[in-house]
């Protein structure tokens, strides 16, 4: 275990140096501290509109932190020539790639909650001191699950194609996992059984990140009920498991010559 965490550490220390990640970040707060002015003019709910622009922002800001930490995985160390040296010390490789994703996952926690802290204060700016939005944490907590398993998705990728194709495949996971409960609707709607199976396998097999959707519960104020959200991380934690053993599996095999 000790292992895992060392090249956790080590991988974290090494993406927060990232100079780019903080180009990445700096425009995410930017444009969440511009929801404050695009309120002023828009109409309805201008709270509303300052916690699901900037809820948005904090998804798609992620969503791009995640694909290009996670198709880096192997890619970095392997163009540094560090892989080289990690493996020949006594990890296993299936450590190397769980400790890999969870530095990456540390990463993204921080600049997640980073992200939510700025949007929390916006929001309760624009209240002029009124009642602040905590339900802003409980969307973002979502958010990060599924920048998780993004971060899952494109390790696997990575393990076996190129950093362009590792960002491209988790860029398709990434919208046809917003898309697979609809698959399911539609196929089951169709005549053929051939299409309502295919459908149903569709479902089960891909990822279905409307899971940790929870930005429509705190945007229009829903009572958030504990038991969809638990069954949710369950959800997560069974997916992006299976993922990655999958990623640690594909690099076992990979063939560094």
Same mark, same amino acid.
């Given at each position: 275990?000790? !292992?895992?965490?060392?090249?956790? %550490? ?30 002023? %003019? ?18 798609? #800001?992620?969503?791009? =932190? ?13 163009? !540094? ?6 493996? $020949? ?16 996952? %540390? ?7 980073? =992200?939510?802290? =700025?949007?929390? #204060?916006?929001?309760?700016?624009y209240r002029y001191g009124g009642s602040a939005e905590s ?65 149903? $396998? ?22 958030? $009920? ?19 053993? =999958? ?11």
């Amino acid at each position: 275990m000790h !292992r895992i965490l060392f090249i956790a %550490l080590n991988t974290f220390r090494e993406t927060i140096r990232n100079k780019i990640l903080y180009v990445i970040l700096a425009f995410s707060l930017l444009v969440i501290g511009l929801t404050l002015f695009l309120a002023d %003019l828009s109409v309805g709910d201008l709270a509303r509109i300052v916690v699901d622009f900037g809820l948005a922002s904090i998804h798609i #800001f992620g969503v791009i =932190m995640s694909i290009f930490l996670g198709i880096t995985l192997v890619s970095q160390e392997l163009d !540094r020539k560090t892989v080289y040296v990690i493996l $020949a010390k006594p990890v296993r490789r299936w450590e190397f790639v769980v400790g890999k994703a969870m530095g990456l996952s %540390l990463t993204l926690a921080i600049t997640t909650a980073i =992200m939510a802290m =700025m949007l929390y #204060f916006v929001h309760f700016g624009y209240r002029y001191g009124g009642s602040a939005e905590s339900g802003i944490f409980v969307a973002s907590a979502g958010i990060y699950l599924e920048l998780v398993l993004l971060i899952c998705l494109a390790s696997m990728f990575s393990t076996f194609t190129t950093p362009v194709l590792s960002a491209i495949f988790t860029l398709a996971m990434f919208f046809i996992g917003h898309i697979t409960n609809d698959l399911l609707v539609f196929g089951g709607q169709s005549k053929s059984p051939l299409v309502r199976h295919a459908a149903e $396998a569709m479902f089960y097999l891909l990822p279905n990140l409307e899971s940790f959707n929870w930005k429509n519960a705190v945007v229009y104020g829903e009572a958030r $009920a504990l038991r969809p959200l638990l069954l949710s991380f369950g959800y997560f934690l069974s997916y992006s498991g299976g993922v990655l053993a =999958m990623a640690c599996l594909l690099f076992s095999r990979k063939d560094f010559k």
